[in-house]
């Protein structure tokens, strides 16, 4: 099948550009290198749309949390991911978590499907001369990362993102552990929560930092970290109590066995739909595989715990998007290429599935003679898009999870307790309003479309 548009990379934001295009009745030719004898450090499987840190889509709140209104807006536009994700959910309190498997099953099989895609198991070595949208995330091939490098003119910068590990759940001691979402939210069977007393967190704090860690190379050593997948080791050595006041606050759980908050908590959210497989919150490490089995099962309730997967590093690369791309993610020194996903400097998952949706929908108007203009920075996708396309300084750009730090302030006296519903509301009513009006143009006859503000 010849294609109108190419995009290259199978994970949540190409899998959504892909989707996008193809319902918009455009031919896509979407390249997948898994599968076709190529791995990544990260990857397990070929599956499109493949989770490999977390299970966890994060909050679903849409009333009060900025992640919410981002699932919320995908939802209403007709997200492929969120479709999938909803069907394939498991239970994690307000949280919207998923069977990995099942997910990225449904997915690709969604995908595989349609009409108006072609899937191809293959990889790309240099930037294609026609109209391409490049989603290929943190682990992109060296030889199409060295192609962009010679384009844009800068290296790509990059941090470092770590897995958390799993364990099944038939290993755990419910003797001590016991079910329970922070302050009662969910369905009361959301996480299990492991309690440690003073002594046993010193002692568990103190195992981290000994621990031997998986040694740098020479090209990672000046890597940062992203703080929103810190190795819980490196949380450990910022200080005694900066666990406890993270991956393992106690606050809003009590152990029933004592009717009081223990010291501190580990909790383990469910990671498949069975119920088998129970993933560490928070705590992604660095440490080398034996010394990981040694301090885990120092954990209460853990003592046994046989492990599904290990925890794990790998390098993740973005490139300068503020500088180098156009208001609708465009290449600006080569508009037929745009990008999408975590590339761009977007983090989390569901920002990635955002981007893509946004990089597919600003490309099929294109291709179909249209401008199409950007949602307004009062919704979710429009904060993200306006940090990632020119809200951010282009010296200190780092990834970023959707906030309400990305959004308008709130104008005028408000009370703090307000401000976050007061965000999504106003949010909700700028996409209903960018729904209802003319968001699609005819493109000017200079082929160079000149996008309304998104105010």
């Not at 490309?363 to 307004?376: D, F, N, R, V, Y």
Request: proline share 6%.
């Amino acid at each position: 099948m010849t294609h109108d548009i190419h995009v290259i990379g199978g994970g949540l934001a190409g899998s959504e550009a892909a989707w996008q295009l193809a319902e918009a009745g455009l031919k896509v030719r979407l390249s997948e290198m898994r599968g076709s004898g190529e791995e990544t450090p990260a990857h397990q499987t070929d599956g499109l749309a493949e989770l490999v840190c977390s299970n966890s889509f994060r909050s679903d709140d849409a009333e009060a949390n900025a992640v919410g209104l981002l699932h919320q807006e995908l939802r209403t536009l007709g997200s492929l991911i969120m479709r999938q994700a909803d069907i394939h959910r498991v239970p994690a309190g307000s949280a919207l978590a998923v069977d990995r498997d099942n997910f990225s099953a449904s997915v690709t099989e969604a995908i595989d499907q349609h009409p108006n895609i072609t899937l191809v198991r293959e990889r790309i070595d240099a930037l294609p001369d026609g109209p391409t949208i490049i989603a290929t995330g943190p682990l992109t091939a060296a030889s199409l990362a060295a192609g962009i490098g010679a384009e844009t003119g800068r290296e790509a910068l990059a941090f470092f993102d770590a897995l958390a590990p799993i364990v099944h759940r038939d290993s755990i001691d419910m003797d001590t552990a016991w079910f329970a979402s922070r302050w009662d939210k969910g369905e009361g069977k959301d996480y299990i929560n492991c309690p440690m007393d003073k002594d046993q967190y010193l002692a568990f704090h103190q195992g981290l930092i000994d621990g031997e860690k998986t040694p740098f190379k020479e090209w990672e050593k000046d890597t940062p970290y992203f703080d929103g997948c810190m190795p819980i080791e490196v949380m450990a050595e910022r200080g005694v109590d900066t666990l406890r006041y993270g991956p393992m606050k106690p606050v809003g759980l009590d152990n029933p066995k004592t009717g009081r908050w223990p010291h501190a908590v580990v909790q383990l959210r469910q990671d498949n739909a069975q119920g088998t497989l129970w993933n560490i919150v928070g705590f992604q490490t660095k440490m080398k595989h034996a010394d990981q089995v040694r301090l885990f099962r120092t954990i209460p309730g853990l003592e046994n715990a046989e492990f599904a997967r290990l925890g794990g590093l790998h390098r993740n690369t973005f490139i300068r998007s503020p500088e180098l791309l156009d208001e609708t993610l465009r290449l600006k020194s080569r508009p037929n290429i745009r990008f999408a996903g975590q590339i761009t400097g977007c983090e989390g998952y569901i920002e990635s599935c955002g981007i893509g949706m946004l990089a597919g929908l600003f490309a099929a108007a294109e291709l179909t003679g249209k401008t199409l203009t950007p949602p307004p920075y009062a919704t979710a996708l429009g904060a993200l898009l306006g940090h990632i396309t020119g809200g951010a300084e282009v010296e200190t750009y780092q990834p970023m999870n959707v906030n309400f730090g990305l959004f308008p302030p709130i104008t005028g006296r408000t009370k703090k307790a307000d401000r976050k519903r007061m965000y999504t509301d106003r949010g909700r009513a700028a996409l209903a309003e960018w729904l209802n009006s003319p968001r699609q143009q005819a493109e000017p006859a200079d082929n160079s479309p000149e996008l309304a503000p998104s105010a």
